[in-house]
């Protein structure tokens, strides 16, 4: 099959047409091309591999909601997804499908209240969506039946595996009867992943769509090396040369999620996270914000980032590189969808040059090199911008008091200035090319650097200067060092005795009693070898070195 084919084409009922319709979906993606007949019409457990974005959700729902009996509310099928926000946007896209029918959905995940869980499990579903931890405090409650359970569905599969969710995935298994259809779709294909089919899957058929990190057709591939220390930088670099900037920025750990989002709110950009222990509430604040556009920069962490779906990314960064290709695969997916392009750009430090390798490897993928823009260069580049918007902006129907305001201006009698003014206030400090420090690159051994200032690995302010040059320096500062220290020791000695030019430090006196007093204490009181004085010897010894005089 193709992906000319029609929703007609497969078979689909004529309600369920419509509510495809309204959605504006007219011609099935290629993993629901392939997918929707194998379940209507067959009866084998199926493996799909697609990425996120390619039309999953449809491609298992459609077909679980024309097979299931509408009325039953009982639960027959179950969807495990690894998040809950994937979770949530699963049950969503199902209900926008189901075209009326008398068919309950309830996503299940944790961060909702328990209760209202319970009172709507108790009224009866028909499709469950959860995440794997509450369905198993729902089946160890028993408020949960998979008994007469007809599709499991294992949503992100290799995900919920890289989190350690295999335990419970087979707990949910346990539940189930061995006569259900198992769906299992995953944007990798590990050994793990076939492990699990093996175990659990009787006959299956299996769906491949390309992804798009084979094809390499919407989304371009790059990478900057930078040191650990340069990655902020490196990254307000790229917010002041990308022409459009609507971007998930990906980072390895909750913490460093919350500090670069500081980071770049400190710098006046106006950012969100999302993280592990962001409340649901929050979570769904942060996100409403960067769908509607009110945000254009979204930090996160990969478990947090399973379920945004949005279309119209034009960036994926990877601030941090992810510890597995697998998690870079999943990353990526979530530009360049629906027929546009995007961009994924990764910084990889030192110590990530063998994941870099790893995921090129698997990907199969050209993954280039770029290299940060100079100073000069950014300062044009937003020169350039401005005026293109200037002039777009003039075409427009101006409102009259903008034309009042530039009226009064120039009435002033000096235009020139009062533009300059207004740059002046809009751009600040923006275009001093000075203002763009030159990015350190680790792959560059020879200290080679195009322009501005540069920062060396102990900080500091040698702008502009080579290796050579720096080299003379010290030695001129060395030779300067030793003559002020010369110049010092002679001042100091100035109309001193001849001896204490000499380096030798004088000898110092050393008390010593008389003669006569010394072999008196040798003789009556010095310890013999191995023994030392004790009792009225000590007492006496004491009170004689009491009464010694000082001579000299």
Do not use: W
């Not at 009867?177 to 899957?201: C, N, V």
């Not at 094809?215 to 670099?237: C, H, I």
Request: hydrophobic share 35%; glycine share 8%; proline share 5%.
């Amino acid at each position: 099959m193709t992906n000319q084919l029609t929703f007609e084409e497969l078979g689909l009922s004529e309600d369920i047409l419509e509510a495809l319709a309204k959605k504006g979906f007219k011609i099935p993606t290629p993993v629901q091309a392939q997918t929707i007949p194998l379940l209507l019409n067959g009866d084998k457990d199926i493996i799909g591999q697609a990425q996120t974005g390619t039309g999953k959700t449809a491609a298992f729902g459609l077909p679980i909601l024309e097979k299931i009996p509408p009325g039953l509310h009982k639960v027959q099928a179950i969807v495990v997804a690894p998040t809950r926000e994937l979770a949530n946007q699963v049950a969503n896209e199902l209900e926008s499908l189901k075209a009326g029918r008398d068919i309950r959905i309830l996503p299940v995940y944790g961060g909702q209240g328990m209760t209202t869980q319970l009172k709507q499990l108790k009224a009866g579903v028909d499709i469950v969506v959860a995440t794997p931890g509450r369905a198993i405090d729902h089946l160890k409650r028993k408020t949960l039946r998979l008994d007469e359970v007809e599709f499991v569905v294992l949503d992100e599969a290799d995900e919920m595996l890289n989190m350690g969710f295999i335990e419970d995935i087979e707990e949910i298994l346990s539940h189930c009867p061995d006569q259900r259809r198992m769906l299992l779709f995953s944007a990798t294909m590990p050994p793990r992943i076939k492990k699990l089919a093996e175990k659990f899957m009787g006959e299956y058929n299996i769906v491949r769509i390309k992804t798009q990190t084979e094809s390499a057709d919407t989304v371009e591939q790059v990478y900057y090396s930078v040191y650990e220390r340069d990655k902020l930088r490196a990254l307000r670099r790229l917010l002041d040369t990308e022409p459009e900037f609507y971007a998930l920025v990906f980072c390895r750990t909750r913490a460093g999620a919350d500090r670069l989002a500081e980071k770049l709110n400190n710098a006046g950009f106006d950012v969100g996270a999302l993280h592990g222990e962001v409340s649901q509430a929050q979570r769904e604040r942060i996100l409403a914000k960067f769908k509607k556009g009110h945000t254009s920069i979204l930090v996160a962490t990969d478990v947090a980032a399973r379920g945004i779906d949005i279309n119209d990314l034009t960036h994926v960064i990877n601030f941090d590189l992810p510890d597995n290709p697998e998690s870079y695969v999943h990353r990526i997916g979530r530009t360049g969808r629906a027929g546009k392009t995007g961009k994924a750009i990764s910084f990889v430090a030192p110590k990530d040059r063998n994941k870099l390798r790893q995921i090129k490897r698997m990907t199969k993928a050209p993954i280039d090199k770029k290299v940060f823009q100079s100073g000069q260069e950014v300062v044009d580049l937003k020169k350039q911008a401005m005026v293109e918007r200037v002039v777009v902006t003039a075409e427009d129907d101006l409102p009259q008091e903008y034309l009042n305001l530039a009226q009064e201006l120039l009435a002033s009698g000096k235009p020139k200035m009062m533009i300059a003014a207004l740059l002046k206030m809009h751009f600040g400090g923006k275009l001093n090319p000075d203002s763009y420090p030159e990015l350190l690159d680790p792959d560059n051994r020879s200290g080679s650097y195009s322009s501005g200032r540069r920062y060396p690995r102990g900080g500091g302010d040698n702008s502009g200067r080579s290796e050579r040059s720096r080299g003379k320096r010290s030695e001129r500062s060395r030779s300067e060092r030793n003559k002020k220290r010369k110049d010092y020791r002679e001042r100091k000695s100035f109309n001193k005795p001849e001896e204490k030019n000499s380096r030798e430090k004088p000898e110092k006196k050393l008390f010593s009693p008389p003669e006569k007093a010394r072999k008196k204490f040798k003789k009556k009181f010095v310890k013999p070898t191995g023994v030392g004085p004790v009792g009225k010897t000590k007492k006496k010894f004491k009170k004689k070195k009491a009464n010694i005089k000082v001579f000299g």
